[in-house]
């Protein structure tokens, strides 16, 4: 390759412009991303325009609590997409339970946690965070990440926070704004909702995911 490789942070590499995840399946591609090979190692290009956890990677993050062995619950897994690239990051020691309401989805995710079994699959509402308590095992998550399109998303991260965040551990919220407000500017929006989590964390980060998502921002706190 005749490019370099530097660390962003635990697990997420800098490739001239772009980001990448060490694979943690060699071979295989998730999304259509490309694979790369350097030092004897196998790497995944993470599509910014595809992940907003990327897109904030991308627009400089600077509170990255998840890496080698984190144990992380997020929220509005989809397919799969950015989990992948968190499944990468967290590594065979690490866990990530993926929460989705939507059946069609979940079938696409099994396929990608048959691949990866750091990865549990958990089909229900995130909204009602006892229901999959046992799902959980008792595992303290060190960090929640949350990408749903609800007009709720603050108190559903609230209530996910309240059963399962370990004190001191960070929430990444992805706000997709159009779903609370379809009039209303963003940065308004944005400010309410980081507003509204302030009574449970310390907000350290608030992102525009612009130009990768239109009306989108990540807000990251630490649980008080
Ligand atoms: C924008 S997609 C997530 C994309 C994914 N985070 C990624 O980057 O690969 C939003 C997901 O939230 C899910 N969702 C919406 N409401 C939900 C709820 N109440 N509980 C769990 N999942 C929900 C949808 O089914 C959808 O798959």
Request: with cysteine; charged share 25%.
């Amino acid at each position: 390759m005749g490019f370099g490789i530097s660390k962003i942070t635990d697990g997420v590499y800098s490739v001239g412009n772009s980001i990448a995840t060490q694979n943690l399946a060699p071979g295989k591609s998730v999304y259509g991303e490309q694979l790369f090979k350097y030092g004897g190692k196998e790497y995944r290009f993470w599509d910014p325009s595809r992940s907003k956890v990327g897109a904030a990677i991308k627009k400089g993050m600077a509170n990255m609590a998840f890496g080698s062995g984190s144990k992380i619950l997020y929220l509005g897994a989809a397919e799969g997409t950015t989990i992948s690239h968190m499944s990468d990051i967290v590594g065979a020691d690490g866990v990530i339970f993926g929460v989705d309401i939507s059946a069609r989805s979940m079938r696409k995710f099994i396929y990608l946690c048959e691949e990866r079994p750091n990865i549990v699959p958990i089909l229900a509402d995130a909204n009602s965070p006892m229901t999959y308590k046992e799902q959980l095992g008792g595992f303290t998550i060190d960090a929640i990440v949350q990408d749903v399109s609800q007009k709720n998303q603050a108190e559903i991260l609230m209530r996910n926070c309240h059963a399962y965040l370990k004190a001191g551990g960070f929430a990444y919220l992805s706000l997709k704004v159009r779903s609370i407000s379809s009039t209303d500017p963003v940065a308004v929006v944005v400010e309410e909702e980081a507003k509204k989590l302030e009574k449970e964390f310390e907000i350290t980060e608030i992102i525009n995911l612009e130009p990768y998502e239109k009306d989108h921002a990540m807000i990251v706190g630490k649980r008080k």
